[in-house]
């Protein structure tokens, strides 16, 4: 073992790997935990380290020693996980002693269960400074009714997380994390987390501050708090909460009992029957700006007994925000979102369709908005003025060189009453203009939109069509060669006769037998097609 651990433990980069065994982790771990300078463990790349005991009994009963110096794991996209195996006793993952300070970067933490009745924090107990990057959390448990709890990480000393994801742990409070002092948490994913009794099916923030910035919270779910239950200091900044779900105690997005500040957030479509994105409870303070607030489900957007602050430039797709215009700020907003999605940077977003009502809303004099950046990290503004929530449109840039003449138009299809056309792709053209008979008909958006259907013609009648390009500063091209283009005739005619009905009657159809039509025949004067059995229901028209 001597061995192993002069391999395992040097500072260097070139770090042996940790064999792939959990008593070699345990060793390597131990004998790192209270070195006196900061030292490096090196996981074996796509290893699973199963836990099958406890090692101590520090907080309820921990899986691995208690890190009390300076360790660096690099996991290498290993995973470290309690053994699922009947009979395996309760432990969590880490625990992390007021003097200790542990780094994990690239590593899964799976399946740690705190249930020991004093502290939670089913992965991770953090007492003095926790770093985290490029990780999972997922399937921790913090289930016990007594003793502070987080069903990923419970934190009582100074908690960084960068680009991380929390999938699937669960608590009686803090599904993902418990906070009870000081807490950063950016560029990461909470999805499907639970809060089994009280609140925050993601986060719990009880004491001191928690910075939330680019994160992204879905289908996290709690009695209070779908997302975060807040009781101290609480700042958000460009992050995205979605079908996040709350029960009786409200707030399908957010709980707030103390004091929260939330800039370029979006929140759309979380539930709750009492306030479905965000509740403010009285005596507390909640400020919103340059944040959308939609399409709630089940109850109103915002409420609780304290009304919100707005600080500006906010949109609610209803009116229980009380957002006011003299702020900027719209209600009442019909607002589509594109579903969430991977549109670039480390988590999902939803973007913001062209047309919205969102889009350069902020001016860029405003303060937060030029020189800042979006969720993804975008630069914002992209428009003449910034985007309202946390997803900024990127604006392409539009050619300015002298548009070429379009070539190569052709028909594709007519019918009597139709032409289509198409062309080939210009230079530096933005889009295209569509003459017949030298007046514009018609246009498209777009280098490679070449195609247009005219529509509405006379049957059996000559077009001349011709097509130029446009650039984006508005240059026209000049049109090309004209196409001759002659619509069809009508399809044939079938005449009723022989029938009839009285002056004054109320009769408005009837059902004739028809011959010498076939299916789809034009019946003029009534509306109506023939069918199959040789029947036709025809109405006056």
Excluded: K
């Excluded at 029960?247 to 479905?276: E, H, K, R, V, W």
């Excluded at 908005?369 to 003449?384: E, N």
């Excluded at 009453?417 to 889009?431: D, H, M």
């Excluded at 059996?460 to 000049?478: K, L, M, Q, W």
């Amino acid at each position: 073992m001597g061995i192993l651990a002069s391999l395992a433990f040097t500072r260097s980069a070139q770090a042996a790997a940790v064999p792939c065994s959990a008593s070699s982790l345990i060793s390597a771990i131990s004998a790192a935990a209270s070195a006196s300078s900061p030292t490096t463990v090196s996981l074996t790349s796509g290893c699973t380290y199963t836990l099958s005991m406890l090692n101590n009994s520090s907080d309820g009963g921990t899986g691995l020693p208690v890190i009390s110096g300076a360790l660096d794991i690099q996991g290498n996209g290993a995973t470290i996980a309690r053994s699922s195996a009947t009979g395996t006793p309760a432990f969590r993952l880490f625990d992390v002693a007021s003097g200790g300070n542990l780094t994990l970067s690239s590593i899964t933490l799976s399946n740690g269960l705190a249930d020991g009745g004093q502290q939670g924090g089913g992965a991770i107990f953090n007492h003095g400074t926790l770093s985290i990057s490029a990780s999972t959390f997922t399937n921790n448990s913090a289930p016990s009714t007594t003793g502070t709890s987080g069903g990923a990480i419970n934190s009582s000393g100074t908690l960084t997380i960068t680009t991380s994801l929390f999938t699937g742990n669960s608590a009686q409070e803090g599904g993902g994390v418990f906070n009870q002092n000081i807490a950063s948490i950016t560029d990461s994913t909470f999805s499907s987390n639970q809060a089994l009794i009280y609140g925050g099916g993601a986060l719990l923030n009880a004491y001191g501050s928690e910075t939330v910035v680019g994160d992204t919270f879905v289908g996290n779910t709690g009695p209070g708090g779908g997302a975060i239950d807040n009781d101290a200091a609480l700042y958000i900044d460009n992050s995205t909460f979605t079908a996040n779900t709350a029960g009786t105690s409200g707030g399908g997005a957010i709980d707030n009992f103390g004091n929260t500040t939330i800039a370029q957030a979006t929140f759309a479509g979380n539930s709750s029957l009492y306030s479905s994105n965000i509740l403010n409870y009285s005596g507390f303070s909640l400020s919103l700006s340059m944040s959308i607030i939609a399409n709630g489900l089940q109850g109103p957007n915002c409420g609780g007994g304290a009304p919100i602050t707005d600080a500006g430039y906010n949109i609610d797709t209803g009116s229980s925000c009380g957002f006011s215009s003299s702020n900027h700020s719209l209600s009442l907003v019909a607002l589509n979102l594109d579903l969430l999605a991977s549109n670039g940077g480390p988590t999902q977003t939803m973007a913001l369709p062209s047309g919205s009502p969102a889009l350069d809303v902020i001016p860029s004099t405003a303060p937060g908005c030029s020189g800042t950046v979006d969720q993804r990290g975008i630069t914002r503004p992209q428009g003449s003025g910034c985007d309202v929530g946390a997803y900024e449109l990127v604006v392409a840039s539009l050619p300015t060189g002298p548009p070429s003449t379009p070539t190569g138009l052709t028909n594709t299809g007519l019918t009597s009453t139709s032409v289509s056309l198409a062309w080939n792709v210009a230079t530096n053209a933005a889009g295209y203009t569509i003459y017949r008979d030298g007046v514009a008909v018609g246009s498209t958006s777009g280098a490679s939109a070449t195609s247009y259907t005219d529509t509405g013609l006379a049957p059996t009648t000559t077009y001349s069509y011709t097509v130029d390009a446009v650039n984006g500063t508005g240059t026209h091209s000049s049109q090309s060669l004209p196409l001759s283009v002659t619509t069809s005739a009508p399809g044939p005619v079938a005449m009723i006769q022989g029938a009839s009905v009285s002056t004054g009657s109320s009769v408005t159809s009837v059902t004739l037998q028809l011959g010498q039509v076939t299916a789809g025949d034009l019946l003029v004067g009534w509306f109506g097609q023939y069918n199959s059995s040789g029947q036709v229901q025809v109405s006056d028209n």
